[in-house]
């Protein structure tokens, strides 16, 4: 991953930026700077593209989104970009009325945010990144629930917020996803592992 210089000291002046001085991959701004992700494990779009089919059964594709960033809170600005968020009708509308797709810390939290995690071991950066700060600014962002699946140790975290904090369980092979947000959602973990396959 490639850092640049901490250079947005506010939201304003991030979206106030042309498009074609930011970088042309994926990217998140974290504590004012872009943060460059790299190319995306072709196992976790296939993931993501899954849930996002799984997800239609539900609810409209516009409310699903990849690619949105969001606003959260951090000690300098912060907007992470998760694999998948699930939108409300009334961030849906105001996004269509914005530049960029961008939701920011006024709008409502989306009903979920999902995440399949990199690789790396505990302590480093995409470790600590996915299972430390993510879910601390998710909870601190009001994210009802959010996902963090992760193929390499085969299991997915359910984080539900309850009282400002996650609780957090945990599904592997074929037991049953259990989601507040889709409660008829039938899917095992190995299910979404395995992105259908």
Same mark, same amino acid.
């Given at each position: 991953?490639? $850092? ?19 970088? &042309?991959?994926?990217? @998140? ?5 872009? %943060? @460059? ?31 949105? +960033?969001?606003?959260?809170v951090s000690k300098l600005v912060t907007a992470r970009c998760p694999d998948l968020m699930v939108v409300? +009708? ?24 999902? &995440? %399949? ?7 480093? @950066? ?6 430390? $700060? ?10 009802? &629930? ?7 140790? +085969? %299991? ?11 609780? %957090? ?21 190995? $299910? ?6």
């Open positions: 991953m490639v $850092q640049t210089k901490p250079r947005f000291k506010s939201f304003k002046e991030y979206l106030e930026t042309d498009s074609s001085d930011l970088p &042309e991959g994926s990217y @998140e701004l974290v504590n004012g700077a872009i %943060v @460059e992700m790299g190319a995306e494990n072709d196992g976790n779009v296939l993931i993501a593209g899954f849930l996002f089919s799984m997800l239609l059964q539900f609810i409209p594709h516009y409310l699903i989104r990849r690619g949105t +960033e969001i606003a959260v409300t +009708e009334e961030i849906h509308h105001t996004l269509k009325r914005d530049s960029r797709s961008l939701i920011s810390l006024e709008m409502p939290a989306p009903s979920l945010v999902v &995440e %399949v995690v990199s690789p790396g071991d505990p302590g480093s @950066e995409n470790y600590d990144r996915d299972y430390i $700060q993510k879910p601390q600014e998710y909870a601190a962002r009001g994210i009802p &629930e959010y996902w963090l699946i992760d193929p390499i140790r +085969e %299991v997915i975290l359910i984080h539900l917020l309850s009282n400002g904090k996650y609780q %957090v369980k945990l599904f592997r092979g074929v037991e049953q996803i259990e989601s507040l947000a889709f409660r008829l959602l039938q899917l095992t973990a190995e $299910q979404i592992l395995k992105a259908g396959e």
